[in-house]
């Protein structure tokens, strides 16, 4: 799961084995599990549960909800929002 390379602190690595027991696995990829995240939104009320994200950086599969609709990706790219 972890990049080659990564030097990763322990407690981050039991961290992630605690996520991998709890949420569902990336069907995708089999190797991550798809964790939740969340954002604010135009008039600062938190959104829960926006998106949802492979852990695993090689596989990069997303699912997120926009305006009331549901995209599915491939590839996650750095954001352009506040440039």
Known sequence: MWHKGWVVPQGVVKEVEKMEQTYPPCLKCSKGVLVPLSDYGREG????YKAWVCTNPECGFHIRIDNG???????????TKGR
Request: charged share 15%; proline share 7%; aromatic share 0%.
């Open 45 to 48: 009320a938190s959104i829960m």
């Open 69 to 79: 609709e549901i995209s599915i990706g491939e590839s996650i790219g750095p954001s």
